[in-house]
């Protein structure tokens, strides 16, 4: 038997990401995107002679780690002015987003991940089960030293 998703607000057999452009979703359609993995909350140092991105395993003060979210996500780029509120102008060139990042992914016009929660009616299992996101395998920025010793691959 051959199943497939049907998007209950438009009866379309394919889900809003495949249908429509970043540009063209909703406010509610766009932040539905985020999986919660917490990824773009890891800091990072860039080359600047290659522009080459190395994620480390710190993360700003302002994540709660144990939901993966940021505690103050509303005014987050008030509080710490280097945050990124993502837009589809951040995304015409997104090689600093983590790969898996579903706005990455679908800039670059690839699919969601299989773990994704869009593909599982919001629910963040697989992704959590399958190890997608930063919890537990952080520091926060307030307790770490030197940064470079806190490269990760596992990005």
Request: charged share 30%; with cysteine; net charge negative.
């Amino acid at each position: 038997m051959t199943t497939r998703h049907i998007d209950t607000m438009t009866q379309s057999p394919d889900p809003f990401w495949k249908r429509l452009s970043l540009d063209e979703m909703t406010r509610e359609q766009w932040e539905s995107l985020c999986d919660g993995c917490a990824k773009c909350c890891l800091q990072k140092l860039e080359d600047e002679d290659t522009s080459e991105i190395f994620f480390t395993n710190i993360v700003c003060d302002l994540l709660d780690l144990e939901h993966c979210r940021c505690t103050h996500y509303k005014d987050r780029s008030i509080r710490v002015p280097n945050c990124v509120t993502l837009t589809t102008d951040d995304l015409r060139d997104p090689y600093w987003l983590p790969p898996s990042c579903a706005y990455r992914l679908l800039a670059e016009q690839q699919d969601l991940p299989d773990w994704h929660p869009l593909n599982h009616q919001g629910d963040t299992g697989p992704m959590i089960l399958g190890g997608h996101t930063i919890h537990g395998r952080v520091v926060r920025e307030e307790d770490a030293d030197d940064w470079e010793h806190h490269l990760i691959d596992w990005v």
